[in-house]
């Protein structure tokens, strides 16, 4: 994957600024263009620890939260 060195250098400043690694500006980035950060805020929001899914529940939940997101996405295109 190409990433320009200016969009680069932005995310380091972004990262050391908020004590964040740079892979997780970007994915923070991308999450949020992408519009899955209300997703994963909606799925983890009011879980506690020992209420969390396991891999298999959590990997359907995320698929149907992607799929309700691109079916929602495409209904704003069409």
């Known amino acids: 994957m190409y990433i320009d060195d200016a969009l680069l250098r932005a995310a380091k400043v972004a990262a050391a600024r908020s004590g964040k690694h740079e892979y997780e ?19 983890w929001a009011g879980i506690t620890p020992d ?24 209904r704003m295109v069409g």
């Open 25 to 43: 500006v970007f994915e923070d980035a991308l999450r949020e263009h992408l519009g899955l950060a209300g997703v994963v805020e909606r799925i």
């Open 51 to 74: 209420q969390a899914p396991g891999e298999e529940s959590a990997a359907r939940i995320a698929a149907e939260e992607i799929a309700a997101v691109r079916g929602s996405a495409r």
